[in-house]
């Protein structure tokens, strides 16, 4: 297997440009998750799918990050507008799991190194 | 949601000691699991271990969780300078929905 697959690995974008970063969990994971790590804030968890659904979104910052996943093989995270605020690394991982037990050992992709000029 | 804590923040070593790493949280948990990340990289997993468990074992790593105190220790014996990154304790509280991560500790183990 090809691990959980993340595009692209690094974005360089202007302050109020739209960015749209892609997941692609392991096969066969029901859970999936995205994360955020800054120097300042260590790793945050933003949002949770089992089985496609969004299960907690608590962690989402704001209204300008959306996250989707349309189907089992697929995820995005959406920040609309970027600010430089939001220059962070973000991770998606996949599990198996129910969604009231989704942790089960993570599989971390390799991020995505956003950066908001 | 609150988040781990640990420390060392960093430690350096010569290759062949031993590094302890510990985690402690505040509230009653499920799970305890050991992440580590090197350089530039997303995490990989570790070693998991359960609220029922005291210690767990894995090639040279052992984990201990002692849940009276509310905290866990990674032990990684005969350490390598392959060993050199950092090492992050996560959890989930029994009252959340959520795995939280703690600060890390950055291992470094000179050749």
């Known amino acids: 297997d090809a691990g959980v697959i993340q595009s692209p690995r690094h974005e360089v974008t202007e302050m109020g440009q739209e960015v749209t970063l892609r997941c692609k969990p392991i096969s066969g994971h029901n859970s999936l998750f995205w994360y955020r790590q800054t120097m300042m804030r260590g790793l945050e968890l933003l949002i949770y799918?089992?089985?496609?659904?969004?299960?907690?979104d608590s962690g989402m910052p704001e209204d300008r990050f959306s996250a989707k996943m349309p189907n089992a093989s697929f995820s995005t995270l959406k920040i609309q507008p970027s600010e430089p605020r939001d220059s962070a690394v973000y991770f998606c991982a996949s599990s198996t799991g129910t969604a009231l037990a989704p942790y089960n050992e993570q599989f971390f992709g390799p991020g995505t190194r956003l950066t908001v000029l | 949601s609150q988040q781990g804590e640990e420390d060392p923040q960093a430690l350096s070593i010569q290759e062949g000691e031993n590094a302890t790493m510990n985690c402690s949280y505040k509230?009653?948990?499920?799970?305890l699991q050991w992440y580590r990340q090197n350089s530039g990289r997303g995490l990989v997993h570790l070693i998991l271990?359960?609220?029922?468990?005291r210690e767990k074992h894995s090639g040279r790593l052992r984990v201990t969780l002692d849940t009276s105190k509310k905290s866990s220790s990674l032990l990684i014996t005969a350490s390598r300078a392959a060993d050199t990154a950092s090492y992050f304790c996560?959890?989930?509280?029994?009252?959340?929905?959520?795995?939280?991560f703690g600060e890390g500790t950055q291992l470094t183990v000179n050749p």
């Open positions: 509230t009653s948990i499920n799970n």
């Open positions: 996560a959890f989930k509280e029994t009252s959340g929905s959520r795995l939280t």
């Open positions: 799918f089992n089985n496609n659904v969004p299960i907690d």
């Open positions: 271990i359960r609220s029922n468990e």
